[in-house]
């Protein structure tokens, strides 16, 4: 049994009795995946799309070695207006790649649903000399809530699967990128490029892959209408 493990059952022991396990259905986290350019940070926003008030909630975050966390004060997590005063941070370095957090509520208040965002961290390029596409998991997840059942109060768990989503790092410079102009015209999608370059291109199943794009204007015809992303671009397909 991990720390985190023994910290969530000692918080059910103060809010009452019992740690039970509920189904998880229609509770997710979610990232359709980012672009790193050489000389540049990205922060990654992690969103908890959620029919359950969650309270806290633990996960281990592993990064592709093709890239570092940024520390900001000497932490790698920053939490979202999702979190109030009382929800407090605590967060393990497990090695140079991943990271183990528990967000807990010293009052068992909600994260509230204003936004999407949960928490976010940055990551930069360790120095690339070429272009590369890798993987960010998001492993280990349980969220929890209070309940109140006959007199009593429980803390019940909801495991979710692990999160998997592309970090594609490009080794062009982050003024260059800039330069581009990325949309979408009928069931094509555009892209008006300054020189050759790779952007990261993800579909509507989620599937991140390397899109090879010349000097010019370039037309990728797309044949199923939905949300696609190159890079950060957001294009609706209809």
Known sequence: MNIYKHILLAFAAIIGSGLASAQNAGNSLSHLGT????????????ALNNTVSFTAFQCDITIPETVQFVTNNDK??????????????????????????????TDNT???NESDG???????????????????????????????NDAETYCVEYAFDDLTF????????????EQLEIYASGKNIIILSP???????????????P????AGKNIFPVEVPGVYLVNDTKLIIQ
């Not at 790193?36 to 992690?46: G, P």
């Not at 930069?124 to 809530?145: G, L, M, R, W």
């Not at 592309?166 to 990128?177: L, Q």
């Open 35 to 46: 672009t790193i350019n050489q000389d540049e940070n990205k922060e990654i926003t992690i």
């Open 76 to 105: 790698v997590i920053t939490g979202s207006s999702r979190m109030l005063e009382t929800h407090k941070i605590i967060e393990k370095i497990l090695d140079n790649n991943t990271v183990r957090i528990l967000v807990y509520s």
């Open 110 to 112: 909600d994260f509230n």
């Open 118 to 148: 949960l928490f976010s961290f940055t990551v930069a390029a360790k120095e690339p000399t070429q272009d590369s596409v890798a993987y960010t998991v998001i492993s280990n997840i349980v969220f929890s809530h209070v309940e109140n």
């Open 166 to 177: 592309g970090t594609f790092v490009s080794s062009i410079d982050a003024a260059s990128i």
């Open 195 to 209: 020189k050759n370059t790779t952007l990261q291109f993800t579909n509507v199943a989620g599937q991140t892959m």
């Open 211 to 214: 899109l090879e794009v010349s």
